[in-house]
């Protein structure tokens, strides 16, 4: 096959390490005027202009922008693919918000057509928003996941999902139980996990809704399969919590309950833990799980604010998530923009380094994918953005008075969204370019 090379050059940003640990220098490389290099779909040099140049034939193709930055594909640990016709949905809070609005919206993929619809739409405003990876909660029904697959397969994406599992508590029309929840999902592991970029997260929805043997039948799935993951929530809302301590009365306490059934691990990766104590991070981190932080989520059902300090103090992996439809927007730039709200509420600071880390880097650290996405590291793959510094009138009104990366990002973080993306590549392929 002859070798396909690129080279795209503009203000280039990328996380290289948590600034946590390293300190916030140390933590990105910026090339004020950058070159990205990609060869046959992988990034292949990343530096400055004035470097690379010389040492590439005279003859590449070389995309040069203006007034944008180029970074890393922005990566959501947390999104549900059945509940893009409910964002926004008025008036209750968790276990309200799933009777009144979740259930019956999501009892729609019955039909396979709606699910082909909607995977299409959702698969559309995730790249409009520069989301090149997603760990993604489909419905009950395996076609939800089936659509969401064919889809991101015809894209060469990098993408995670899995059916729900939920086989009480809920609506008869919505539940699975815990035999064909086994069965169902080994068949769409057979199926998709591996296949291209595509992998399989087993998803039993939260305790509540699945029975012991439901969740002990997660636990023997990821078992069985190398490499799979683990995605559900935990401890979002007071009332689930008591709740599942009523459930669950021989545990102790909420992570317990997924402790008991081998559901931690590597590749797990637990919505939300507004809640959690420091025992349970601490048990997190050391069973190197992470936990999807979704500041728009939590703020809109009222469900608490995130101790990001915490998670930091136990090295705990800790990636961003939009919880569509619980949250309110497929932007992470505008997640990261209520993140650092959610850290104010607290005393706390979010600088837009660590902010940057959260949804690139830190979410691919979460995933156990940094060594093929989530930086624009040489030999990793070329999922990149271009955001556009004059995407509105404000936004290029402000960003002229930036003195520096730090008030640029700052700022993108602040005033971007999905307007901001002007371009979205996934494998070296355009995926998205805005209108
Ligand atoms: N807990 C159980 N199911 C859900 C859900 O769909 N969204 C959120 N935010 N929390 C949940
Ligand atoms: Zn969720």
Redesign the pocket.
């Known amino acids: 096959m002859p070798l396909t090379r690129k080279a795209y050059r503009a203000a280039i940003l990328h996380s290289i390490a948590d600034p946590a640990e390293v300190g916030i220098e140390a933590s990105y490389e910026y090339f004020a005027d950058g070159l990205l290099v990609i060869e046959n779909g992988q990034i292949s040099a990343v530096g400055h202009a004035g470097d690379l140049l010389p040492t590439l034939p005279a003859d590449i193709d070389i995309t040069h922008y203006q007034d944008a930055l180029i970074t890393p594909g922005l990566i959501d640990t947390h999104i549900?693919l059945p509940?893009t016709g409910m964002v926004g949905a008025y008036g209750e809070q968790?276990l309200d918000w799933?009777n009144t609005y979740?259930f019956p919206c999501e009892s729609q993929f019955a039909d396979k057509a709606h699910a082909e619809e909607v995977a299409d739409i959702f698969i559309k405003e995730l790249l409009r928003n520069g989301t090149t990876t997603a760990l993604v909660?489909g419905s009950v029904h395996p076609q939800s996941v089936n659509a969401f697959f064919e889809a991101a397969e015809k894209l060469d994406l990098r993408m995670i999902a899995g059916k729900v599992m939920m086989d009480r508590n809920a609506p008869d029309y919505l539940t699975d139980t815990a035999d064909s929840g086994y069965q169902q999902s080994k068949t769409l592991i057979e199926r998709w996990h591996g296949k291209g970029r595509l992998h399989y997260a087993v998803t039993p929805?939260?305790a509540p809704?699945s029975t012991p043997e439901q969740l002990a039948l997660a636990g023997q799935l990821l078992g069985e399969y190398p490499d799979l993951y683990l995605q559900t929530?935990i401890s979002?809302n007071k009332q689930?919590i008591e709740w599942v301590k009523a459930l669950f009365p021989e545990r102790n306490g909420y992570l317990d309950v997924y402790d008991h059934y081998k559901l931690l691990g590597e590749r797990s990766v637990f919505?939300?833990g507004v809640h959690l104590c420091d025992e349970e991070c601490a048990r997190l981190a050391e069973t190197g799980s992470a936990v999807a932080f979704?500041p728009t989520?939590n703020l809109f059902?009222g469900s608490g604010l995130f101790n990001l300090p915490m998670a930091e103090k136990h090295k705990l992996n800790v990636g961003l998530g939009t919880?569509v439809g619980?949250g309110t927007s497929f932007s992470l730039l505008q997640t990261l923009n209520e993140a650092y709200k959610v850290m104010q509420l607290q005393g706390a600071r979010l600088s837009p380094f660590k902010s940057l880390y959260l949804a690139t880097l830190g979410g691919a650290r979460a995933l156990r994918l940094e060594d093929k996405i989530g930086t624009l590291q040489p030999g990793t793959e070329a999922d990149f953005l271009v955001l556009d510094y004059n995407a509105t009138p404000l936004l290029s009104y402000r960003l002229k008075q930036a003195k520096d990366i730090a008030e640029t990002l700052f700022v993108l973080m602040t005033l971007g969204d999905d307007r901001t993306v002007l371009q979205t590549y996934a494998a070296g392929n355009l995926v998205h370019q805005r209108q």
Do not use: I, M
Request: proline share 0%.
């Open positions: 549900h509940q968790l799933l979740t909660f929805r939260f809704t929530h979002e689930e919505a939300h979704c989520s059902l919880d619980g």
